[in-house]
Each structure stands twice: as C-alpha cells, then as structure tokens.
C-alpha cells in the first residue's frame, strides 16, 4: 500500500520509534540439508549463546538445530530465567522463517530454538499478502535480521487444496479459495496424483521466496549483502529440513 502524503522527517522518526518500542518490546539446494557444524555438547544453562550475525551463521544454527531434533537431543535454548529477564528489554532474533501453519511444524521446535531466536510468520501454504510482507519487512528493516527463510513441507494440505480445486474446478469455500489461488501459478503440471503435489510443494516455496526477492526493499538489503533470502523444505518423514533455492 502507497502512502502519496510523505511524513515530515519529525513525524515520520516519532512513528519510526514507537512501532520499534510497541512490536521489539522495548522498555521507553534440494535433498541438501543446511549446512551445520558437528554436533556438541549442551552448553550450561546459565551460558549466552553467541548469536549469529551473518545469513551464513544463521543457516549453520538453524541446520545444528535440526539436527538435534532429528536426533532427539533437543537443548531447548534461551528458556531460562534470566533470558525471560533479559527479554524484557527487547529482542534481536537471527532469522525471519515463514512457515505453514501446519501444526506439525512449528519453526521453534524443528530448529530447536528458544525464546528471541526466531520471528515466526505463519500462513497456510507460506501464502503472502499485506500483513505477512509488512511482518516480514520489519523484522528485516527495524531489526536487522539477516536471514528470511521461507519454509515449506512435506504434505502441504494448503498445496493439495489447491491442486485438487485447480483439477476439479471446485470452489473452496470462504477465504480458502484466496489461498488457492495464491498457489495456483505454482502447481508442477508435469506429475499427476501425489507426486504433482509433492512438486508443488517446492515450487511454491519458490514462488513465495522470488515474490520476497523482488520487494524493492528487501532487494536492496540482498544486494548490499546484508540479507539472504533462502527456501527450504521441512520433510515429515524424516524430520529434516533441506534447502530447496
């Protein structure tokens, strides 16, 4: 949406300042998993853990995270009392993950992170429209995240919704039917049955993420190297995430 009356500079840093205060909480390629570095020991509960500053380091802690929840040694970071404390404050988490709102995968848990590490944006089928771009944005430009991850899965029903009403003509109900058609221009008219939705499972995933790339904002964070911008997909089966794009 375009504003054509421009704030003054005055108006325009008061406004800057209290969307920071009110949502930081301030007090004034596919089959490949993510890369991830062995597997450690727990750290103490008490410790800090560095957090990434880098889309690259980011990915590494989201690709060990995994692997813990694969491996079922989760750590449950960032729970303890004095991280609640401390979060009182304000929050820098390391990365945007857009997901399904599949209750199966929930971004905290498959990654094994914790309270401040992850700005979550969830909706069937990683469907875009004003709220998700304007969530997206912000934790981008107000918070400097380095890393957007667009996050599909195995089983999408958003996506099986979508080729079945493509095949069949069927209206679906409600506001269903805008989810389809968001996923439309994404189904893979090369497979048939299971495997076409299988494929378009991926295939919006990158629809969804060149859609992101192309927004004159984040476009300009990616080519100033301060933003990746990557797709993946969470497979049921296995409990692994891999990148797709």
């Known amino acids: 949406m375009k504003n054509t009356q421009r704030p003054t500079p005055t108006t325009g840093t008061a406004r800057r300042s209290v969307l920071r205060a009110a949502l930081a909480g301030t007090a004034a390629t596919a089959g490949v998993a993510l890369t991830a570095p062995a597997a450690h020991a727990a750290p103490p509960a008490h410790a800090t853990r560095r957090r990434p500053a880098t889309a690259d380091e980011a990915l590494a802690e989201l690709a060990a995270g995994n692997r813990r929840w694969r491996n079922f040694r989760q750590q449950h970071p960032d729970e303890t ?68 991850l667009v996050l599909g899965h ?37 497979q048939e049955g299971t495997a076409r939705v299988d494929a378009t499972v991926t295939a919006n995933v990158a629809q969804v993420r060149d859609r992101l790339a192309a927004e004159p904002d984040l476009a300009a964070r990616v080519a100033e190297g301060k933003l990746a911008i990557v797709g993946a997909r969470y497979e049921l089966a296995t409990q692994l995430v891999h990148r797709t794009s």
């Open 81 to 148: 009392r004095a991280i609640r404390s401390e979060l009182i404050s304000g929050q820098h988490p390391f990365a945007v993950v857009l997901g399904c709102i599949d209750s199966r995968v929930p971004p905290e848990l498959v990654f094994d992170q914790g309270l401040g590490d992850l700005m979550t944006v969830r909706s069937a089928g990683e469907v875009l429209d004003e709220a998700v771009l304007g969530s997206i944005s912000y934790g981008v430009l107000e918070l400097g995240i380095p890393l957007v």
């Open 154 to 190: 195995q089983s999408c029903g958003a996506v099986a919704a979508a080729v079945e009403a493509e095949e069949t003509g069927k209206e679906l109900p409600a506001h269903i039917q805008y989810l389809a058609d968001q996923i439309k221009p994404a189904i893979d008219h090369s």
